[in-house]
């Protein structure tokens, strides 16, 4: 049957090393139905390779195959990690925990981690139900724990799970573990390697107490305790868009004083299929229509949405003509530094030694707030784990007020090593009481802030260029920024490149090259190049390292003299945005 699909040799291959190897019968079940269907496109998708197993962990859509999310490969990867732990802790006995999301399959791929390394001789401290990623971070610190394993594929579509690898400091593991696992794993070539009966008394089930302690945690972060009293009836929508926010986002805003708090019922159960919604991603309008349409009902103050995982989130104002509109990353981001600027300054809490950190391509704005309130900006690599890193790098010597990107992930306090919904939730919902205190809505707060420190803008433009020529056409794309950089962009010239591949940084007016400090700090080698003007644009050039797309990232900015020019400035920063990018031809 296989002969007459004229499927590839390496496709071949696979289908037979899982019909002949040690699967399960419901397994090779499905496999020969995919066969006797004919299917030859699914087969292939799902064999044709093995599903890549990166530095931060894979992702894949779920099903049978090499390349799919399933047991057996959920398996190879946790025997490569059980492997490596066992190789590098010699000293004392292993600990692991693990958490995962609501999506389909979630909770069986816990517990095979789980059996696989119980029967590797590692302890595992598992969470009975459901729970967010950032409190899988600070349960892996707070336990001691050496390791720690989220299943989650994030904010994709629904057919897709994930498995993400954490090392024990709470962040998503970095050099050299990250390299060195992903060896164990690719070493994993057959499934009889793989340690799949369980030893039931080395798992052990977790819950209650961590949740309290995860609140307590995120309860700490709160900057002005009296003012949240005097603003309890404070209008919030929240969607947990059918994730495990629901679990901790409504204690989080009630341990705050929050009553009026108001949940979107459509949303509210774990749901795997995410029923109504097309991608279960807060960044989307489409994912946060009903939340909107409910704070319109309500006349809210404040919507707020979590992914599945609870890592990200992602918010909505009503503007002056009493429409509710999102907020980008960015502008989040901004609106939560500058009101911990504002409030650390207040309290008289800044000394000298205080940090944020984003990341390279998130809003410039960011580093100018730091910089007039006498606070250092630290700007890594993209990835939360190289903010983690920093955070690391300076614990005893800088304390870490807060940072983010650009990606709606944001963190406060250092607590958590990783994106924190749920104490992003309860900072955007603080920061709300505080501008309701003061007599103004949350859009005055943002225009106070653009017309304090300049109206910053910055645009997205993303470039799939699909299969081996696609990948080439993007490699020659960075090949000729870097070889022939822009000399102006809208008019302004470029006067600095900052190249990541090389970690050189370019002065075009006096010539001069000089090194990038590299190896700590989030900063390494990285395909990434970024170009500066007179005038404060920025643009950024940085291939995907898990999709076959280029992204550009083009940051502008400009003064706001009041909140009445608002949409003008905005209309204005947008046209210059799409100047640049007709301008370069990225489109």
């Not at 108001?262 to 309008?285: L, R």
């Not at 643009?539 to 909140?563: D, Q």
């Amino acid at each position: 049957m296989l002969k007459n699909l004229n499927l590839e040799k390496t496709v071949e291959k696979n289908i037979k090393t899982w019909l002949n190897g040690r699967y399960d019968e419901e397994t090779k079940d499905a496999v020969r139905k995919l066969i006797d269907e004919g299917n030859s496109t699914q087969l292939t998708d799902s064999f044709y390779r093995n599903l890549e197993f990166g530095t931060g962990g894979m992702r894949g859509e779920i099903g049978v195959g090499s390349n799919r999310m399933n047991k057996y490969t959920v398996g190879a990867a946790t025997q490569g990690l059980a492997n490596y732990l066992n190789k590098v802790v010699t000293d004392e006995p292993i600990k692991v925990a693990i958490a995962y999301d609501s999506r389909n399959f979630s909770p069986e791929f816990a517990q095979t981690a789980a059996d696989i390394l119980s029967a590797n001789g590692i302890a595992v401290y598992l969470y009975k139900e459901l729970r967010p990623t950032p409190q899988l971070s600070f349960t892996v610190r707070e336990l001691g724990c050496h390791s720690g394993i989220v299943i989650t594929a994030s904010h994709n579509p629904r057919e897709y799970n994930g498995y993400k690898v954490y090392w024990n400091d709470g962040s998503q593991v970095v050099a050299p573990h990250d390299k060195n696992i992903v060896e164990e794993v690719n070493a994993i070539t057959n499934v009889k390697n793989i340690k799949f009966k369980g030893v039931k008394k080395r798992i052990k089930m977790i819950g209650e107490v961590l949740d309290k302690k995860y609140l307590k945690a995120v309860k700490s972060i709160a900057v002005s305790p009296r003012m949240l009293k005097k603003q309890s009836d404070l209008k919030i929508v929240f969607s947990p868009i059918h994730g495990t926010g629901i679990t901790m986002v409504p204690p989080a805003l009630a341990q705050l004083g929050f009553t009026n708090v108001t949940i979107v019922k459509e949303q509210a159960n774990p749901d795997g299929n995410f029923s109504t919604v097309v991608y279960p991603n807060p960044e989307e309008k489409e994912a946060m229509t009903l939340a909107m349409n409910k704070a319109k009902e309500i006349d809210a103050d404040l919507v707020i949405a979590t992914d599945p995982d609870a890592d990200r989130v992602g918010m909505a104002v009503k503007n002056p003509k009493g429409e509710w509109q999102l907020l980008n990353g960015n502008q989040a981001a901004s609106l939560i530094i500058y009101y911990l600027l504002k409030s650390w300054k207040k309290a008289k809490k800044l000394t000298g030694k205080e940090f944020v950190c984003k990341t390279i391509v998130t809003t410039d704005l960011i580093d100018a707030m730091a910089e007039k309130s006498g606070v250092k900006c630290y700007n890594t690599l993209t990835g939360f784990k190289y903010i983690a890193q920093v955070i690391r790098e300076l614990e005893g010597q800088e304390t870490f007020i807060g940072g983010g990107e650009e990606s709606y992930g944001y963190l406060i306090g250092d607590k958590v090593r990783d994106k924190d919904a749920i104490a992003s939730c309860a900072m955007i919902a603080e920061l709300t009481a505080y501008a309701k205190q003061n007599g103004i809505s949350l859009f005055d707060f943002l225009a106070d802030m653009y017309k304090q420190y300049g109206f910053y803008y910055e645009g997205l433009v993303s470039v799939t260029r699909k299969g081996k020529t696609g990948a080439e056409e993007i490699q020659q794309m960075m090949a000729d920024f870097r070889a022939n950089p822009p000399a102006t962009l809208a008019g302004s010239k470029v006067i600095r490149m900052d190249d990541y591949g090389q970690l050189t940084r370019t002065d075009f007016k006096t010539k001069e090259t000089v090194s990038i400090p590299s190896g700590k700090l989030g900063i390494e080698s990285s395909n990434v190049l970024q170009f500066f003007t007179a005038d404060g644009t920025k643009f950024t050039c940085r291939p995907s390292g898990t999709e076959p797309k280029i992204k550009f990232y083009i940051g502008v900015k400009s003064k706001l003299k009041n909140k009445e020019d608002f949409d003008a400035t905005l209309e204005q920063l947008k046209d210059k945005v799409a100047d640049i990018a007709k301008e370069l031809k990225l489109n």
